[in-house]
């Protein structure tokens, strides 16, 4: 007889269910779009600079200074490159191309040899066992509290000392010897997190330290240095101290260093010019961000194997 | 073809700590050898430092005639199985076997045909192009071992190797790995192993010999079926067996024609056989030690055959659990908690004991142990038949 009851009561309470099921919907389609909204127009906010920048590329002085709309009140002006081409042939005897030639011949050395002294020191410090190891750990660390404004003059004499003014290694040299103490810490960090199973597989199977390094320690250490290298790249390339203190030559300028020469030629600026190159010098950052990222994520997900 | 002598072998660790405190054994040629122990009795240490990746602080450890403290892991002619495998990240199956190989410079032809021999005998040829990420976890713990295979070691060494997989795959891979060890042997290839593991159902179906540690010192080495029937002392004792032996204390008495136990207000009569061993202890304070197949119904008793052996006392009954083909029945004895394992097919008065019940069970007494109550010396041994 229960039994009974449950067959007949069932299609009763099915149908009052199945409108508790389209409401249920509806209410969680609404509060869906309420947040796209919201995070969509504050993402938009925070964009919103960058459009206008791109926009004013396009404009005449006068515009971009009256107007906040991003877009130029006559939109055919949005053919015309001018601005881009302008901006690329420079005031001056030279074009952008050196410039950013010159910016890759400080960038990539340096992101070079950055992972190189990272990997060597973040490995010893992380893996080795020697006297006086927590203290050169911690004087390192110390460093990385110092504001670097502190090294610049010193610095500056010792590179004098050497010569080396107006040249590049006074740019890419000190990342030579792991002084990017940021990186280095990231590294060990990371490393520090990884299990030593496989170097001690690795260590079974043959290896000597330095092949351990090479072909353990290095592929395991992908993701990090992978931000390593990021990371330095678009800090370098967006050095403006660096390059000031050091180059005089203006055939020598990186990016950074010429945008800014061509704000400070005297008479009339033509905004668009520099507003225009300094989207493009925006470029191989972004592209190196965007080559990046599918390791950033790799990285993040598959850390080490399951157990 | 190599044993693995290991004679007063210490070691310190940098803070101090010594782990291992003189340990002196000896591993046959093409023997499987299980070191087990509770957690932190140093069964890793002392493999490790057979593998090379602990140094030895004192003593010394020989692999076939040649001294080895002082070589390198690969110049010791061993292979290690990790309980996390261990396998490289970024190679693929093959690689990861043929990385060894490589290294020594092997031509590729042969790395090629170990490699290939080696995933045929574990079975695992279709996965020899995946990515260590794309195996379950019992096919990784499999391209482990034939990461160990294709370098031909003259010693095997596991740490732990099954405790990441489940129960069922455990078993399975248990019977595997044993009878990966006899084809070997079989085949004339070296293949002594040294096993640790924590499990002790794992140490008595795997092991040819086990040796039991305790914070870094050696209880008993032996092979599984002695140590089961005469432990040398109640840490091995209990260590050995599940559900574990019943060991609590007592009173060594005498009785007419004698010796007896007492538990509580509950006396034991002892075999003859044990009053040699226990004459000058009576009134002393021991620990006597049980196996819960050893307690069993007066019927189940006499089914065995048992019956001239065994005593039956009245316990409190507490507890019954199924087994199935058994039925674990915890009681009291003499204000000491007991545990029983009777076969189903006699247990019909447990089934139908009440908690608080008194019910009669039988103590087959030619199997039990004396200890002694401070060193847990078994002193019994002399007595006991030999296995
Ligand atoms: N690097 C080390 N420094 C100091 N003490 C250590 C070190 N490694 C291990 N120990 C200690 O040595 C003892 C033995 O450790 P070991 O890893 O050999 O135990 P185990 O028997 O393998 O245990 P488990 O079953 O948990 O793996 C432990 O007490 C441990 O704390
Ligand atoms: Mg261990």
């Known amino acids: 007889m229960s039994s009974d009851t449950v067959a007949t009561a069932l299609p009763k309470t099915r149908i009052p269910s199945n409108a508790e099921v389209l409401r249920t919907q509806r209410r969680e389609r609404i509060s ?74 400080i960038v990539i050395p340096r992101v070079i040899v950055t992972l190189i002294s990272c990997t060597l020191v973040a490995y010893s410090f992380a893996r080795f066992e020697y006297p006086g190891k927590k203290f050169l750990f911690s004087i390192m660390i110390g460093t990385m509290l110092l504001p670097p404004i502190v090294l610049r003059v010193p610095q500056y004499l010792m590179f004098k000392e050497l010569g080396m003014i107006d040249t590049y290694w006074p740019l890419i040299l000190p990342s030579a010897f792991a002084v990017d103490t940021f990186f280095t810490f990231l590294v060990v960090q990371f490393l520090r997190g990884t299990p030593r199973d496989m170097e001690e597989a690795a260590i079974i199977d043959g290896c000597n330290a330095l092949q351990l390094l090479w072909h353990i320690v290095v592929p395991l250490l992908k993701p990090a240095l992978i931000s390593v290298a990021l990371f330095q790249f678009i800090w370098t390339m967006n050095d403006f101290i660096g390059p000031l203190i050091y180059i005089s030559t203006v055939e020598k300028y990186p990016v950074s260093l010429a945008l800014k020469m061509s704000m400070d030629v005297s008479g009339e600026v033509e905004w668009a010019n520099i507003i225009a190159i300094s989207i493009v010098a925006l470029l191989p950052s972004l592209t190196v961000f965007f080559l990046a990222q599918r390791y950033f994520i790799e990285g993040a997900t598959s850390s080490g194997i399951k157990g | 073809m190599a044993s693995v002598n290991l004679e007063k072998i210490v070691k310190t660790y940098p803070n101090g700590f010594e782990a291992v405190h003189g340990v002196d054994l000896e591993v046959r040629d093409g023997e499987f050898m299980v070191f087990v122990g509770p957690s932190g009795c140093s069964k890793s240490t002392i493999l490790r430092m057979i593998a090379g990746l602990e140094s030895i602080s004192g003593g010394e450890l020989k692999i076939g005639n040649t001294v080895v403290n002082n070589l390198r892991a690969k110049e010791r002619g061993i292979a290690m199985v990790f309980q996390n495998y261990a396998l490289y990240p970024h190679m693929k199956v093959y690689d990861n076997m043929a990385f060894g190989l490589k290294l020594a410079g ?29 195996l379950s976890g019992g096919q990784a713990q499999r391209v482990a071992v034939g990461r160990c295979i294709v370098k031909r070691p003259e010693v095997f060494l596991f740490d732990e190797p099954l405790s990441n997989l489940d129960a069922k795959l455990r078993a399975s891979m248990r019977v595997r790995l044993t009878e990966l060890h006899r084809e070997l042997r079989d085949r004339g290839q070296p293949s002594t192993a040294i096993y640790v593991t924590h499990d002790q159902v794992e140490a008595m179906t795997m092991g040819e010999r086990i040796c039991v540690l305790k914070d870094g010192t050696i209880q008993q080495v032996d092979t599984p079926t002695t140590l089961y029937d005469r432990p040398v002392n109640a840490f091995v004792a209990g260590f050995i067996g599940s559900p574990e032996m019943n060991i609590r204390p007592a009173t060594v008495v005498a009785r007419d024609g004698g010796l007896g136990v007492e538990i509580g207000d509950t006396m034991l009569p002892l075999p003859a056989a044990y009053s040699d061993a226990l004459g000058n202890r009576i009134g002393q304070k021991v620990q006597f030690g049980i196996r819960p197949e050893n307690i069993g119904t007066p019927r189940s008793i006499f089914a065995a055959g048992s019956q001239e052996r065994a005593s039956v006392a009245n316990c409190t009954f507490r507890l019954r659990e199924h087994m199935g083909n058994e039925v674990y029945t915890y009681f009291d004895l003499g204000g000491h908690e007991f545990a029983a394992r009777v076969p189903t097919d006699f247990a019909g008065e447990i089934d139908k004991a009440e908690r608080g019940q008194t019910i009669p069970l039988g103590f087959v007494m030619d199997k039990a142990h004396i200890f002694d109550a401070d060193t847990g010396l078994n002193l019994t041994l002399s007595a006991l038949q030999p296995a």
């Open chain 1, 32 to 105: 869906l779009a309420l947040r796209y909204l919201i995070l969509g127009s504050v993402g938009l906010l925070m964009l919103y600079p960058l459009f206008w920048l791109l926009g004013a590329s396009f404009k005449s002085n006068q515009e971009i200074f009256t107007t906040i709309w991003f877009l130029p009140r006559d939109l055919t002006q949005l053919l015309d490159f001018s601005a881009y081409y302008n901006g690329w042939m420079t005031r001056t005897e030279f074009t952008f191309a050196t410039y950013f030639l010159n910016s890759f011949l």
């Open chain 2, 106 to 134: 092997l031509p590729k032809q042969e790395i090629h045909e170990r490699v290939t021999q080696a995933a045929k005998m574990l079975e695992m040829e279709q996965l020899l192009d995946r990515l260590p990420r794309q």
